[in-house]
């Protein structure tokens, strides 16, 4: 391979190999790798609305709705009305969805911090993000990849 797959396998590989991981210590907490990326994106604390949680998320729509249903049977999560236009819902993060993402973003710190991961590494996977998604400003993605966990 030469050139831009090996950037695509590379990319592609990095990520599985670490879903692996991620996925055990999600497996202890009987947490879904789906719910775990809601999860991560509702823990800045000011909550999404399902069009923007879908998209941070990686999830389409249909497969959110169940999703979060199943997460407010759980207590993970609740619906609360926008202040502003009260025919919109906003998504967020409950208390006992809060202590888990505290469990499970501290285990997988403690994963990240055994790898070779400088923020070199963290900054250039940003841009080229930035580049890819030309709706997307880097300087956000390195803010939301602190709590990328």
Known sequence: MRGSTDLMYLLTRAERLMSRRVAAILGAERCSMDAWRVV??????????????????????????RLIDHMVEENLVYRRGDDIDRRRIRVHLSARGRGLHDRVDEEIRQIIAELPVSPELLEHLGVLIAALDGSVATVSILQRGKALT
């Open 40 to 65: 991560r994106v509702l823990a800045d604390g000011h909550g999404h609305f399902m069009t923007e949680l879908s998209e941070l998320s990686f999830l389409p729509p249909g497969s959110l709705t």
